[in-house]
């Protein structure tokens, strides 16, 4: 489970936070850091760059030294006489690991980054990130190139570049999916708009066309954004674009429409369709989609929202379900609508991991050579593709993993993903190109679901709102407000319908007394500040 | 002059005294010096040295915010129903296995009982999941088969604070019985005999010999519990509570962990673990004197 994880990691932070506040901090590092480039010296220098730990090298290799560390060593460090060290930090600890790291001064990496923007925001306002808004001009034209200014600008803070974001090939975030056969038999047309899906779900639950005996599902839900998003933001009325910076929250790294008109109207939807029966009773309970993932493999459930290709996986839920279910037939489908008529729903910021250059490095400008030499050439299609004949094979100019790698060949590529820092996904050019070559990694007989599902998810989507500078409310009360607002779904949804309204009341009440209202009050300021520049 | 001498004698008692003393300076006391971030500004890149002295704004902080006071009162309530039900557990299950005659059934009910005390709250929290949950959990799977509607164990507040407290006493019960069980060993034998020549019942026996006998053992067990009034495990409540409950199951370790670590504002955090040890010295000091006063057991 993944509650434990995180439990072992807050004992760790815990324990270290006491460790390093015991020992005396030299300011001196931090004032004689600030990025001066040593790189003309022509002595040799040590690079250090974070590495996010899986536990999952193949033997012959370790999480420091790799195919793909020695590859770099000889490509990029030799020849500008650096020496690459890689720092490993497990995975499921990132953010708990690198507060310890940036905690301990001297001994943090010239390189680290985090997935989680309130991280970022907090260091570059407590002042611990070399500002990067010239290094990159001097050093970084490759990169500045590859990024754009969209991606460059998320890494800003009041004007200054304190972090290189990596860019998202795949924006696309959600698609629907429904039990064609369960249509099929029931005689019914795939539904198409919000109020059709409704009379669905109803058939399902009444006829039961997947003989559960009773135990159908018809709208699978858990309490994870992948199933309530597109339900939610289908659901929010047209919005000026004031009360899009204003109203919207965000808490951790999505935006959530709860201020916005028609996020009421959205709970109580979920109110009706759960007082009805026809959605995941402890769908509460169910953080992980472990439950969901069990009832659509097991053929009870009838209709859900799900990460796009997520069901696609070999021994995935799809394919589960096929092997219990004789005829089990999973369409993917776009129904919730808005008022509009279009299917309104998020997708990701154009970024990915945050990467930062501690204010202690001395290294800052081999950093950013290092990040440059990343997005030139075919440095970074190499990286995430392997060799050619051995790991793929171009079609179309688009690369194609070998069916069959041999081992070594396969081993090559265990953690590529997370050497390539500066993007997030496959990048080969274009949105379609990328998007193509995703869907090629999934099993052929899943391909084509796939590739409608890619498409649904990078329709009508609604970015997110970037606002000029970081909203500190938000990096404050963001863990208690993301809480709050779970539980609100979960319980405005499960009351009875008399009590809906008295409920919802009660929860927003505490939501906003919670740090909504503060979040509330600084958007509307920073929103005022945009505009009269 | 004596004194050297006894030195000279026992050094070696002293000497071994040397590493557990050790450990309490380096782990117990030195890392007191971080309770001054609770005063602080604490700046992750600064240090504690380095941040900015606040005086008591933090205090105000922490007191202002609506969540300190619901978790403070889930804390007392979840550990006040704590103590009148996993208290008295252990101590009827070590009277009942002190009565049992026969040797090898003794040895494996405690083994038996012993188990989950040695589960982890993970797994656990997995168990519960599966046995009380609404729509496929075992039990009520059980009881809409035999008609009755579902009961939502984990879902409802109210049903769910049974379900908490009940799972503890099943996982800690067990554990418990060996404290009093080396206590109950104590007691004179010939006592219990005498009192069967003179006819004494079982309970008879148990109430004016096996109770008076482990009184001190019962009063230093509550008031070390009492003094853990203010503080509460982190993995009971937070795997077994859910979103659903979280008007019950939101405690202060669970707030410390959301605001502390989550959210990195570690003074906050600090502050309420501070309040926590002030709180918890005033419990045990309470519970001692009151103990004191009324029966002559106490701690100190």
């Known amino acids: 489970m993944a509650k434990s994880v995180r439990f072992m990691s807050a004992v760790l932070v815990a324990g270290s936070i006491l460790l390093s506040a015991c020992s005396p901090k030299s300011d001196q590092a931090a004032s004689e850091g600030s990025g001066s480039g040593s790189g003309s010296s022509g002595k040799q220098v040590t690079l250090s760059v974070e590495v996010f730990d899986r536990g999952n090298s193949p033997s012959g290799y370790t999480i420091k030294d790799n195919y793909w560390t020695r590859w770099v060593q000889e490509k990029f460090g030799t020849p500008n006489q650096i020496q690459m060290n890689y720092v490993p930090v497990p995975r499921s600890e990132e953010v708990e690991k690198l507060n310890v790291l940036m905690a301990s001064g001297g001994d943090v990496p010239d390189i680290v980054f985090t997935y989680d923007s309130s991280t970022f925001y907090r260091y570059a306002l407590q002042g611990g990130l070399t500002d ?34 990596a860019k998202r090939s795949n924006l696309g975030k959600y698609s629907s999916f429904i039990r064609k056969d369960w249509l099929d038999k029931l005689n019914m047309p795939v539904p198409q708009t919000t109020d059709e899906l409704y009379a669905t779900l109803k058939a399902f639950k009444e006829k039961d066309p997947g003989g559960t005996g009773g135990k159908v599902i018809p709208l699978g839900m858990t309490i994870a954004p992948a199933q309530y998003e597109p339900l939610i933001w289908s659901f929010v009325k047209e919005t000026t674009e004031e009360q899009k910076y204003t109203l919207t929250q965000q808490l951790g790294s999505r935006d959530y429409p709860i201020l916005l008109p028609g996020f009421k109207d959205a709970l109580q939807f979920m109110n009706k369709l759960y007082n009805e029966g026809m959605m995941s009773r402890d769908f509460g309970l169910d953080e992980d989609k472990k439950k969901m993932s069990e009832d ?10 799900e990460d796009d290709t997520n069901i696609y996986y070999a021994d995935g839920t799809y394919e589960t379900l096929q092997s219990n279910v004789k005829g089990a037939e999973l369409q993917a489908v776009d129904v919730y609508t808005n008022e509009k ?155 009875k319908p008399e009590q809906f309204e008295a409920v919802y009341e009660s929860l927003m009440k505490d939501y906003m007394a919670s740090g909504g209202q503060a979040v509330l009050d600084e958007r509307t300021k920073v929103y005022g500040e945009m505009k009269s520049k | ?58 205090f105000k902080e922490v007191f202002g915010m609506r969540d300190f006071y619901k978790t403070l009162r889930n804390t007392l309530m979840l550990n006040f129903l704590d103590l009148l ?96 069980l080396a206590a109950l060993t104590g007691i004179n034998k010939e006592l219990f005999e005498a009192a069967e020549v003179d006819g004494a019942t079982r309970m008879r026996r148990i109430w004016h010999i096996t109770l008076p006998g482990i009184k001190p053992t019962i009063v230093t067990l509550l008031i070390i519990n009492l003094g853990h009034m203010i503080s509460i495990g982190f993995e009971r409540p937070y795997i077994i509570g859910n979103t659903m409950v979280r008007d019950y199951s939101d405690v202060l370790s669970t707030f410390v962990y959301r605001i502390g670590l989550e959210s990195g504002q570690y003074t906050l955090a600090t502050v309420v673990g501070l309040f926590q040890a002030v709180v918890g010295l005033v419990f045990v000091l309470g519970a001692n004197f009151v103990s004191k006063k009324l029966t002559d057991e106490g701690i100190l």
């Open chain 1, 132 to 165: 990067l808004t010239e290094l990159i001009d001097q050093y970084g034209p490759n990169l500045k190139k590859f990024l754009g200014d969209e991606v460059l600008n998320y890494g800003k803070v009041e004007g200054k570049l304190y972090a290189i974001p």
């Open chain 1, 341 to 495: 008529g279009e299917h309104a729903k998020p997708e990701y910021a154009p970024v990915g991991l945050y990467v930062m250059i501690p204010k202690s490095s001395k290294h800052a400008a081999e950093a950013v050579k290092y990040l440059d030499w990343m997005a030139s050439g075919d440095v970074l299609f190499n990286m995430q593709t392997g060799v050619e004949g051995e790991n793929y094979t171009l079609k179309d100019g688009i690369p194609v993993a070998l069916e069959n790698p041999t081992e070594e060949a396969k081993n090559r590529m265990f953690n590529a993903g997370d050497m390539t820092l500066i993007t997030n996904g496959q990048q080969l050019g274009s949105p379609e190109k990328n998007k193509e070559a995703r869907a090629l990694q999934f099993p052929p007989k899943y391909q084509d679901g796939a590739r409608e599902a890619l498409k649904i998810s990078n329709s009508d989507t609604v970015p997110p709102v970037l606002m000029d500078r970081p909203i500190e409310a938000q990096a404050k009360y963001g863990n208690t407000l993301l809480d709050k607002f779970n539980e609100m779904i979960v319980k405005t949804t499960t009351a």
């Open chain 2, 1 to 58: 002059m004596k004194m050297t001498r006894y030195l000279g004698r026992y050094w070696q008692l002293y000497a071994l005294l040397l590493l557990p003393l050790a450990y309490f300076i380096i782990f117990r006391y030195g890392p007191m010096y971080g309770i001054q971030i609770a005063f602080k500004d604490f700046n992750l890149f600064q240090g504690i040295n380095g941040s900015e002295w606040i005086g008591l704004d933090a």
């Open chain 1, 296 to 305: 659509i493999s097991t053929g009870k459930v009838g209709f859900f929202s």
């Open chain 2, 85 to 180: 039900v996993s208290f008295p557990a252990p101590l009827i299950l070590a009277i009942m296995l002190y009565e049992l005659r026969s040797a090898w059934f003794r040895k494996l009910s405690q083994t038996i009982l012993y188990i989950p005390h040695f589960i982890s709250w993970v797994i656990i929290g997995g168990i519960v999941y599966q046995v009380f949950g609404t729509q496929s959990g075992m039990i009520n799977n059980v009881i809409t088969a035999l008609g009755f509607p579902e009961v939502p164990f984990l879902t409802d507040k109210n049903t769910w604070l049974i379900t908490y407290l009940l799972v503890g006493v099943w996982q800690s019960a067990g554990w418990g019985t060996i404290i009093y």
